[in-house]
């Protein structure tokens, strides 16, 4: 099984070792190297305050992490925006957006609730109609949709989306496509440019192997001087220092979403652990998850599980959803955890979601596990 071998080198995931970690969908083991990055910028912070985060500092606290966006989404670095997380950058894009009375939003049943209720809030204020389906999302599109927003990939099955599908349907019809790649950014290579996305959000915590506290956004070139965001502070002037209020112009660019002071450390942070990813080939960490995913599966499904993930190749992700006959999965769950197997439940399926720090030793220790808890 040598393409299973491992690919992080011991460090760089200690915590690994401690447990069985099958949980990456809801929040990740952190990249060592991020997690040093923050703690030394907080420590820094603690003893020095502006004598080394001086204003030149804090102006450019996000460069290093709009480069390695950049790199993650092959965009440009001036196409991506720092937030505090996916939710505050989401809810800005949507105020910006701000579908009239008369319009549509089309997303999905099956949402994280975060990637629908900035669009809903918006709607109940401007009078659009949220549409929410399930199977067939382009029948739903029509000339008076005025966003797509949906996840590439589903959090509880880990279903993939036809994004380009997605995006030529908006396109038809006048709509702007906006994707949560909160379940997919790390974990799957994502090109915005090629699939024709218009705005992408993630947050940092899952597939990215980041810190809390952060998360980005890329916006396509055409919406840069066309959205007001929905929240401005000190950071939203073109020349931030300016401070002055009574006036507000805007930067060209996605910088125009970054509005205030936030946890900069974790800036840096991120960028540590994306270019990490990059450098293992978020490409090849992909076909690897996927293989662990595919053990898993074979063994649910020896087990006479019921496996709820699609498992063809251009519908599947490596999170895999699944139950058991006659089985409350929650309390499955938390004799895995007990067990030292981490995983989750949503809407009663138990969720496993292997990453780069995973062997086919975790899977057959998860499989073990199952057997013990069931009898
Ligand atoms: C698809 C999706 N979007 C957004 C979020 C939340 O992101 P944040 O905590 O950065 O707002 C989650 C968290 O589980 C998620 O699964």
């Known amino acids: ?7 992080v080198a011991p460090g760089d995931f200690p915590a690994s070792r401690k447990s069985v970690y099958l949980n990456t969908a809801s929040v990740c083991l952190m990249y060592s190297g991020a997690e040093r990055v923050v703690v030394e910028w907080t420590h820094d912070l603690a003893e ?7 204003e030149a500092a804090e102006e450019r606290a996000f460069a290093t992490l709009h480069a390695s966006a950049a790199r993650l989404f092959n965009c440009r670095p001036e196409e991506i925006a720092v937030g505090s997380s996916a939710t505050e950058l989401l809810a800005s894009l949507a105020w910006a957006v701000a579908p009239a ?22 709607a109940r204020h401007t009078g659009a109609e949220v549409r929410l389906g399930a199977d067939d999302l382009i029948g739903l599109i029509d000339p008076g949709t005025a966003v797509v927003c949906v996840s590439d990939v589903i959090y509880i099955t880990g279903q993939r989306l036809d994004v380009a599908s997605l995006a030529e ?24 440019g090629a699939l024709g996305i218009d705005a992408l959000i993630t947050a940092s915590y899952k597939w990215l192997c980041g810190p809390f506290g952060v998360a980005v956004m890329y916006l396509a070139p055409h919406l840069h001087e066309r959205l007001e965001p929905g929240l401005v502070g000190f950071r939203s002037h073109e020349r931030m220092w300016d401070l002055r209020a009574d006036r507000l112009k805007l930067p060209p660019n996605a910088h125009r979403f970054e509005f205030s002071t936030m946890a900069y450390g974790c800036a840096p942070g991120l960028a540590s652990s994306i270019d990490y990813l990059l450098r293992l080939d978020v490409g090849r960490i992909f076909s690897r998850n996927k ?17 709820l993930s699609p498992t063809d190749d251009g519908a599947r992700s490596s999170i895999v959803a699944t139950r058991f006959a006659d089985t409350d999965v929650r309390i499955l ?25 995973n062997d086919s030793d975790d899977i057959q220790q998860a499989l073990t596990a199952i057997d013990r808890c069931l009898t």
Request: charged residues 20%.
């Open 333 to 357: 769950a938390e004799r895995l955890n007990e067990a030292g197997i981490v995983v989750s439940t949503r809407r009663n399926v138990l969720r496993f979601s292997p990453h780069l720090y």
């Open 48 to 54: 020095n305050g502006t004598i080394h985060f001086d």
């Open 101 to 122: 009375a008369g319009s549509n939003i089309v997303s999905t049943s099956l949402e994280f609730p975060s990637t629908v209720y900035p669009w809903a809030r918006v």
């Open 1 to 7: 099984m040598s393409d299973l071998t491992p690919i």
């Open 291 to 307: 293989k662990l995913a595919d053990l898993l599966i074979e063994g649910l499904r020896e087990r006479n599980a019921e496996v």
């Open 169 to 192: 349907a908006a396109r038809r019809n006048g709509a702007l496509l906006v994707i949560d790649a909160t379940q997919s950014a790390g974990g799957i290579p994502i090109d915005v």
